[in-house]
Every structure is written in structure tokens, then in C-alpha cells.
């Protein structure tokens, strides 16, 4: 029983890091990125923010990815370690 | 509680039990059909390794199908957003049931998955105006039919992915079903909770059968199917953020794997397991670098458990994420 709490002490905490880095993204990509808009006006430049703003959402997205990856690894291993 | 809310609820309830009995009576005899045309797996976390009746998730598209019908006729449920949702969880479960019959390759799986979205697309069964948290509304008119056809099938294959042990789908995805129910009526909208009730009912109808030790196997139709089925309902429900933070344990774990196997690849394709089976019956992590990492890896890394504490645990996780769900909903008003 210790043993299980342990572990989804652990295993939660790794869930809050994702949800608190979920939220933080989605306010990147709608309050910073999807307000970005260029200073000159051209018959491209619709075009180039919205391809421009999708590109650097996917950029937190991976970004996010990347975190929860690392954490993970970092989790997998030390526990696996340390269990040795 | 608003009196204007009571006859929703009991519709719930109705829908909960229809998708209960349906389930819980088609499961068997999907079972015996399956063994009979030999559509069987091996439960390859039994050191007796028995063998039972794949398929069999079936059962909860045909309990959620007859839910939708049975809304539609008795409580005039508009049509449109009921058929969407029936041809969505109806395609999914039919690439379900090819890839259990003879398997899809790893990469043509998810892009199919895709085409159960288009019902949701088609049909306009979906609002443009996201919630954001913190941030209120926002207007994605272009880009929110695209979210739709990739959110699907990542969804639908996220769902597929965190099935390695009895019960795991149906426990984590009952727990999923009812957030859904809570969010919606946290948001004041019961009415547009009788398909995750009926979704819960199925769920847990086949529970039953599939806990440990499970006397059948959900199969590639079954996790399919639930998947597009939750992801419908999250965006026709306009509760996507929710959702997606509910499924966090579903969407790591997805993730996970993809990134240490490189890409997308079929249980088949990875010969280093990251679990191993133990001779008292238990699972332990493996230590192979090469070994793709999982959710129940990461479980598994303090020590070995038996399969069903393992269930127990990501069941658990699924109930902290959705209650983080609720917080999120918090932020979202």
C-alpha cells in the first residue's frame, strides 16, 4: 500500500508538471502567438501570419512534448537505479 | 438544484441503463462468436497463457449506437449531432475491426483513423469558438476543423496505446466518461450529457467482463471506437481543454512511446519489451535501453506488481487528471 502511494505520489506529480505546462502553452499560443502581427501590409500578409503563427504554436507543442519526455526519462531511470 | 434540470437527469439515467443492459448482453455472445471464427488473442501477462475472444469491444459500439437510437426516438434528441457521433464511433470501430482482422500497417492506421472525423466535419457538428483558460473564447473558424481531423485519431490511437493489461481501457475510460458527465453538468448543460452517460453505462458493462482477469479482449475495434467516441463527444460538448488535460495519462504515455521507438510502430514491430513477465506472476520493468518507454514502465520502475494493481494505479492517475480537468474548468469561466 505504502509502496502504491509512493508511487502515484510520484506519478501525480509528473501529471501536474503536464497539466501546469498545458496551460501555460495554451496561454503562450493564444495570448502571445495568435496576437502577432506584422508592421507592413501586403497581399502575403495574411497569409505569412497565419502560417507564422501555426509554425510557432507547433514549436510549444513540441516543446511541451520535449519537457514531458525528458521528465519521463529522467524518472525511468533513476527509479530503475536505484531499484538495482 | 433547478427543477428545469430533473427530467435531463433521469434521461441520463435511462441512457446509462440502456447502454449497460445492451453491452452487458451482446459482450457474451460476441465472445463465443469471436471463439468460434477463431478471432482469438493470447493474454501474454498470464503465466498460463490463455487465450480469449478479441473483438469483443464491440459490444460497447453497439450499446453506444443503440443509446444514440433510443435518445433520438424517446427523448427527440436533435439528429444531427446523434448521427455524426454514430457514423464517427461506426467508422472507427470498422478500422478497428480491419486491423484486428488482418493488421494495418503503423503509419496507414492513424491517417485512416482521420476519416472518422469527417462526419464531425461535414455535418457541422462542432463550434469554432474554443474556451480557452484564463484567456474566455476564441474564434478558430479555419483552423478548428483541422484540430478536428488530427484530434480523432490521436485520441482514438492514445486510447488504443494505453491497453497492454486487463481492464486498463475500460477502467481508465470509464473514469474519462464520467468527467465528461461532471464537466457538463458543472457547465449548467445536463442535457448534452446523455451520451457520455450512455458511453459510462457501456464502459462499465464491459468492465466486467474485461477486468483481470478478463475473460475477453476489447481488440483494436473496441479501443477505436471509444477513443473517436471520447474525443466526439469532448468537441461536440465543447469541453476539448478538459478533456485533453483529463487524458493526460493517455496522452503521455502515447507519446512516450512514439519518441522512444521513433515513430509510429505496432506492438509487433518493437522486439524489446518494456515489461517482463515474472515467474510468481508479477511484471517488472526491463532495463533495456532499447526498450520502448510506457506508462506502465514508469509504474512498474519502483518494483513489480501484479497486473491488475497495475490497472488500479493508471485508474487512479485518470481520476487526478480529471479532477485537474475541474480545476481547469474553474479557470475556463
Known amino acids: 500500500m505504502r509502496l502504491a502511494l509512493s508511487r502515484l505520489a510520484s506519478l501525480t506529480a509528473l501529471i501536474v508538471v503536464a497539466w501546469l505546462s498545458i496551460l501555460f502553452g495554451l496561454f503562450i499560443v493564444?495570448?502571445?502567438i495568435f496576437e502577432i502581427t506584422l508592421p507592413w501590409q501586403s497581399a502575403?500578409?495574411?497569409a505569412i501570419v497565419?502560417?507564422?503563427?501555426?509554425?510557432?504554436?507547433?514549436m510549444v507543442g513540441v516543446a511541451w512534448l520535449l519537457i514531458w519526455w525528458k521528465l519521463a526519462n529522467v524518472y525511468l531511470w533513476r527509479k530503475l537505479r536505484?531499484?538495482? | 438544484m433547478d427543477h428545469s434540470a430533473l427530467p435531463s437527469l433521469i434521461s441520463l439515467g435511462i441512457l446509462f441503463c440502456i447502454g449497460f443492459a445492451v453491452t452487458f448482453l451482446i459482450t457474451p455472445l460476441l465472445a463465443r462468436m469471436n471463439r468460434k471464427l477463431g478471432i482469438v488473442g493470447?493474454?501474454?501477462?498470464?503465466?498460463?497463457k490463455p487465450t480469449l475472444p478479441e473483438m469483443c469491444g464491440l459490444a460497447i459500439t453497439i450499446g453506444l449506437i443503440s443509446s444514440a437510437t433510443l435518445a433520438a426516438v424517446i427523448f427527440q434528441v436533435e439528429a444531427r449531432p446523434l448521427l455524426a457521433f454514430v457514423l464517427c464511433i461506426s467508422i472507427a470501430a470498422a478500422i478497428g475491426v480491419a486491423d484486428d482482422l488482418g493488421p494495418l500497417s503503423s503509419s496507414l492506421k492513424p491517417l485512416v483513423t482521420g476519416t472518422a472525423a469527417v462526419p464531425i466535419v461535414l455535418l457541422g457538428t462542432y463550434s469554432p469558438y474554443m474556451v480557452i483558460p484564463f484567456l474566455g473564447t476564441t474564434r478558430l473558424t479555419i483552423v478548428y476543423p483541422i484540430l478536428v481531423v488530427i484530434a480523432i485519431p490521436v485520441l482514438a490511437n492514445a486510447i488504443n496505446m494505453m491497453n497492454p493489461f486487463n481492464g486498463a481501457m475500460s477502467g481508465t475510460c470509464s473514469v474519462l466518461s464520467l468527467a465528461m458527465i461532471i464537466y457538463l453538468l458543472l457547465l449548467g448543460r445536463p442535457s448534452e450529457a446523455i451520451l457520455p452517460s450512455a458511453l459510462l453505462g457501456s464502459l462499465l458493462a464491459f468492465h466486467w467482463y474485461n477486468r483481470y482477469p478478463a475473460k475477453v479482449f476489447s481488440g483494436n475495434a473496441g479501443d477505436l471506437s471509444v477513443g473517436a467516441a471520447i474525443g466526439a463527444l469532448a468537441i461536440m460538448g465543447r469541453i476539448e481543454v478538459p478533456m485533453l488535460i483529463a487524458m493526460i495519462p493517455h496522452i503521455t504515455n502515447a507519446f512516450y512511446l512514439l519518441s522512444s521507438v521513433g515513430g509510429l510502430r505496432e506492438r509487433r514491430e518493437m522486439p524489446n519489451r518494456p515489461t517482463r513477465l515474472l515467474e510468481n506472476g508479477?511484471?517488472?520493468a526491463t532495463e533495456d535501453g532499447k526498450a520502448p518507454i510506457t506508462l506502465s514502465r514508469l509504474i512498474l520502475a519502483e518494483g513489480p506488481l501484479r497486473e491488475n494493481e497495475i490497472v488500479k494505479i493508471m485508474i487512479v492517475m485518470t481520476a487526478a487528471s480529471s479532477l485537474l480537468g475541474v480545476l481547469t474548468l474553474l479557470f475556463m469561466r
Not at chain 2, 42 to 48: A, M, Q, S
Open chain 1, 30 to 32: 493564444f495570448r502571445v
Open chain 1, 44 to 46: 502575403l500578409t495574411p
Open chain 1, 50 to 58: 497565419a502560417v507564422s503563427r501555426i509554425l510557432l504554436s507547433a
Open chain 1, 82 to 84: 536505484r531499484d538495482k
Open chain 2, 42 to 48: 493470447t493474454d501474454v501477462h498470464k503465466t498460463e
Open chain 2, 282 to 284: 508479477k511484471l517488472e
